[in-house]
């Protein structure tokens, strides 16, 4: 039977980005995309409590208008962190014009350029503010790739990378967190419908499967294992050729 020690790992977590930053800048700050969600929320706290609420900064990144974005706000006040807003719409609307000169856009298209597009954004505000972004992304959302390549897949440290939804939630709440940060039910905000309905199957079936290899649910169990081989490809570093004695 897997236990979660929720303490001990919140502990340990706090201690591998404080080292993370001694080994990588210790005068760096930690750069965030807030969503408002548990995931970036909980990444934003760990950094207050590993670096001091100075050395965190919170990037919201609306795209145009965005319904929950008091949740990110609600986030920023309750940690006290400064924060930046940057609207991406226009960057968006802009790119999307000109791609439609060239060829057609296919719907996955518009969906996945504005992670891709908050990527680059945080990279710019890293890069003027002597930071390092935080991948947000769980193991959960890893294991059956719901994330964007070069999107929010990307960052130079990732707290959560090994950590289920279950695990995610439960070290928000070690953090005294507001529950309405914690319990926000998860999406990307981009496609209007929520992480489960896309997935077709609730986080917590997932995060059973992945921490104790059980699925009830055959149909389920099947289509986990095939987004999980179908996306592995987003975990692994990019095929290079290598050239032998013999091509030299």
């Not at 706090?14 to 930690?30: E, M, P, Q």
């Not at 060829?103 to 992670?115: G, K």
Request: net charge negative; glycine share 8%.
């Amino acid at each position: 039977m897997y236990e979660f020690n929720v303490s001990r790992v919140k502990e340990a977590c706090v201690a591998w980005i404080r080292d993370f930053f001694k080994r990588n800048g210790s005068d760096c700050n930690a750069i965030i995309g807030i969503s408002g969600g548990k995931d970036s929320s909980v990444v934003a706290a760990l950094c207050v409590e590993a670096l001091g609420k100075d050395r965190v900064v919170g990037v919201l990144m609306p795209c145009g208008e965005q319904s929950d974005i008091d949740m990110a706000k609600c986030l920023v006040e309750h940690l006290g962190i400064r924060s930046v807003e940057v609207n991406i719409k226009n960057t968006v609307d802009a790119l999307l014009a000109e791609i439609e000169e060239v060829t057609e856009l296919t719907s996955q298209t518009r969906i996945n350029l504005p992670p891709r597009v908050r990527m680059t954004t945080l990279y710019a505000i890293s890069q003027s503010m002597n930071g390092r972004v935080a991948n947000t992304c769980n193991l959960s959302e890893d294991w059956v790739g719901y994330s964007t390549r070069y999107g929010d897949a990307a960052g130079d440290f990732s707290p959560l990378a090994n950590l289920t939804v279950t695990e995610v939630k439960q070290i928000g709440m070690e953090l005294g967190l507001p529950d309405r940060l914690v319990e926000k039910t998860p999406s990307d905000g981009l496609c209007g419908k929520t992480d489960e309905d896309n997935l077709g199957f609730t986080y917590a079936m997932l995060d059973r499967y992945i921490r104790e290899g059980i699925c009830e649910d055959v149909k389920t169990k099947n289509r986990i294992d095939e987004l999980h081989k179908r996306n592995k490809f987003k975990l692994e570093l990019m095929p290079c050729f290598k050239m032998t004695d013999k091509e030299a």
